[in-house]
């Protein structure tokens, strides 16, 4: 097995074992449950073979491998990946596993189906973060979709078709943007590259050239559809439905993976792309992250659905990444990769302790809680570790990325305002009252509800979910430098080429209008 097959190897495994799948007979559930999280796994164990080869301290695109596709148009099969898809990739293959073992005993109908999509979706999650073709790129990003759709229409709550339609057209209402530009890219790219191009690498070259006017107008295009996959404030209105609609493992998936790939498509393209446009528009995204972060954190102290409490939150905490990516300082870049980490592991912990909770009682109601404490203890010490990861306790994973985000967005030259940092701030205290009220509310206090006295602790399937989930909080809270160095080189190149960039192209205009 070469370096240069990994990517390939660990993008279609879990395809094969999809169609694999669908030769089972569905009646054999438990074949079929076994069969996928299998395959899941040693897709993860492939993902760890390009972990173990991949350079932290090499500039450039690792493990590239380029095949020619549709030849008359020059577009190709081209994967590769640096330090910041090195770490999206390794958490898709991470929680796939997990969600899949979560599932069984909250999925009990059309088992077979559920394990497909999953799988699928999976094949599309990873083509998104190590393609290298503009192309390749959309065809994942669009793939994705339909097995989204699915798992929320089919498997989620009471108002599960609407929820699964609202996301469906949000998501491709942006995606239609961002097609047209990369069809004007890919022609424009024509006149340096020789021919039509959709060719990622000789894109980075190229764009930056594009008329200021121009790239602005293409700055909006890609990040129309980023935003909406984020989803920015005002356009965060399709997650909470569909958070609260799909089941357990949909919404671990959505909030871990997903979301991440609109921040991701911010950094990978927008920012590279369109550097002028990026620093001129800087200050309006950073305002509406910003506002995104109040905004979540007061709409989530008011639920009273657990699940919506936590699909808010995440409107919250990924306000700080977006703003931690628009201050352009080598901190609040490694702070908002971080951070994506970070939302992935104590966001899809409440999700997993919630469904957890949701499987036994039937209700996500937080007054219909209370006093669980000595009843379900290892539950309770559960739901405690991810309430102060998502709120950002020193020591844990949450802490250390909304500081380096608040530390950067402090030194940002391109903001070159510290009232960004301080409206920020105020989202870190706002967190730690929405949640440690939920907590309050749903663990102590006096049992009012007769049937919590019925509930069972954390099965051995359930620790075994939620312990490596943790591990992982500890880890970065304790010692962050093990995820901080792979994307280190990324953020100092992303963040000179960005700033470069403009500071040039802005002294080539000043010179043209001396002469």
Known sequence: ????????????????????????????????????????????????????????????????????????????????????????????????????????????????????????????????????????????????????????????????????????????????????????????????????????????????????????????????????????FPLHTWLPDAHVQAPTAGSVILAGVLLKMGTYGLVRFCLPLFPSASIQFAPILSILAIIGIIYGALVSMVQTDMKKLVAYSSVSHLGFVVLGIFAFTQESMQGAIIQMINHVLSTGALFLIVGIIYERTHTREISEYGGIAKIVPLFSIAFMIASLSSMGLPGLNGFIGEFLILLGVFKSNVLNNWMYAIFAATGVILSAVYLLWLYQRVVFGEVKNEKLYKLTDLSAREMFVLIPVFVFIFWIGIYPNTFLNISKTFSARIVNQVTTDNAAKIKLSENIKDK
Do not use: H
């Open 1 to 232: 097995m070469e370096n240069i097959s990994l990517l390939t190897y660990t993008l279609f495994l879990p395809l094969l074992g999809a169609i694999l799948i669908l030769f089972i007979n569905k009646r054999k559930e438990n074949a079929i449950r076994l069969s996928g999280l299998v395959i899941s796994i040693l897709t993860f164990i492939v993902s760890l073979f390009v972990f173990f080869n991949f350079n932290p301290s090499a500039d450039n695109f690792q493990m590239v491998q380029k095949v020619g596709w549709i030849k008359n148009l020059n577009i190709s099969y081209q994967v590769g990946i640096d330090g910041f898809s090195l770490l999206l990739l390794m958490l898709t293959t991470f929680l796939t596993p997990i969600t899949l073992l979560s599932a069984r005993n909250s999925i009990n109908k059309q088992v077979k189906e559920f394990t497909f999509f999953m799988l699928i979706l999976e094949v599309g999650m990873i083509g998104v973060f190590i393609s290298l073709d503009l192309f390749l790129f959309y065809i994942f990003w669009e793939a994705m979709l339909i097995p989204m759709y699915f798992i929320i229409g089919i498997w989620g709550g009471d108002r599960r078709i609407y929820a699964a339609v609202k996301f469906f057209l949000f998501t491709m209402f942006g995606s239609l943007l961002m097609l047209v530009a990369i069809v004007w890219l890919a022609i424009y790219a024509g006149q340096y590259l020789g021919g039509f191009s959709t060719d990622l690498l000789a894109l980075y070259k190229v764009a930056p050239s594009i008329a200021s006017n121009v790239q602005n107008y293409l700055f909006w295009a890609f990040c129309l559809s980023f935003a909406i996959k984020v989803p920015i």
